[in-house]
């Protein structure tokens, strides 16, 4: 049900309206659920979100008002706060296109309230789809997103997506037992992390400052005696940077437990974070919109 999901919402993105047509009826079995992978990020899925969308694509805005508003109202009583405020969006499109009295005000007042809670949480994906809204419903070319960001940031994440391409290169090559043989020693998870927290991208950050923590457990083979099982990298978003903390304090914003084989392949970009989610091989305990944006806060 969660793919189902997730094609919906790749067919509305692409404006595929064939494959929407073809996804809907699949949607509309699951309807009263919350859909989501197991570990969850993103917190779920509601299959009416997904279904007013597909209405939309298809050109049925009265049909997607009407299970936008549901979608809505369900979100917010199981406090879906990243799902509550895209169907705000996509709702105040909705009764921009549906047009009848009154539709046009109530199409703002939605749009500033999903604007508003996108800009709390520092949501960018939101604020960028509620920027192009707000074009659609001004009758206004839709923004093109640019982020400026300065040159020192630029070449540091340069620098680390070439280290991810030569890690990746090492990683493919490797099964699970074999990765995990050669990145047990401390010494190379330690290269690894800080690595990682010279790749930090404060713009990605949402002015987030506290510590993130990594718990990393071998599967295939037994942990090495000097294995810490707790790693931690402290983040300073106004001052643009983020470093290693050893040791690793127990109290933290987000820690996320992984399996040493799927760290490294997340490490290498050989590996997407809620792909591995899905495997069973990593967990999140805490903040998970703060999760959320980790890949990106470290130059992913």
């Given at each position: 049900p969660t793919t189902v999901c997730l094609l919906a919402m790749a067919a509305t993105l692409a404006r595929d309206g064939a494959a929407g047509e073809r996804l809907r009826p699949l949607l509309e079995r699951q309807r009263g659920y919350v859909l989501q992978a197991a570990p969850a990020l993103c917190s779920g899925h509601l299959p009416e979100w997904h279904i007013g969308r597909l209405e939309l694509l298809a050109g049925r805005p009265e049909a997607a008002v009407r299970e936008l508003r549901g979608a809505v109202t369900r979100a917010d009583a199981l406090g879906l706060v990243w799902l509550t405020t895209l169907a705000r969006i996509?709702?105040?499109?909705?009764?921009?296109?549906?047009?009848e009295p009154g539709d046009e005000q109530a199409a703002r007042e939605m749009l500033a309230a999903g604007r508003t809670i996108a800009e709390r949480y520092g949501m960018r994906w939101a604020i960028d789809l509620a920027d192009r809204a707000e074009a659609e419903l001004a009758g206004r070319e839709a923004p093109v997103a640019v982020r400026t960001?300065?040159?020192?940031?630029?070449?540091?994440?340069?620098?680390?997506?070439?280290?991810?391409?030569?890690?990746?290169?090492i990683v493919?090559?490797?099964?699970?037992q074999a990765l995990e043989r050669r990145f047990a020693d401390p010494r190379r998870?330690?290269?690894l992390l800080r690595v990682m927290a010279r790749g930090f991208q404060p713009a990605h950050a949402?002015?987030?400052?506290g510590v993130v923590a990594y718990e990393i457990e071998p599967y295939a083979i037994e942990a090495p005696s000097d294995a810490p099982w707790r790693?931690?990298?402290?983040?300073?978003?106004?001052?643009?940077?983020?470093?290693?903390?050893?040791?690793?304090?127990?109290d933290a914003a987000v820690t996320v437990h992984f399996g040493l084989a799927e760290w490294v392949r997340v490490m290498a970009g050989v590996e997407r974070f809620v792909a591995?989610?899905?495997?069973?091989?990593?967990?999140?305990?805490?903040?998970?919109?703060?999760?959320?944006?980790?890949?990106?806060?470290f130059g992913g």
């Open positions: 996509d709702l105040a499109i909705a009764l921009h296109r549906r047009g960001v300065g040159r020192e940031r630029q070449v540091r994440a340069l620098t680390t997506r070439g280290g991810r391409r030569a890690l990746a290169g493919r090559g490797l099964d699970e998870q330690r290269a949402g002015g987030f400052e790693w931690a990298i402290a983040v300073d978003s106004p001052g643009g940077h983020a470093r290693l903390l050893e040791p690793a304090p127990l591995a989610m899905a495997s069973g091989r990593c967990s999140v305990e805490g903040d998970v919109i703060l999760a959320a944006r980790l890949e990106t806060m």
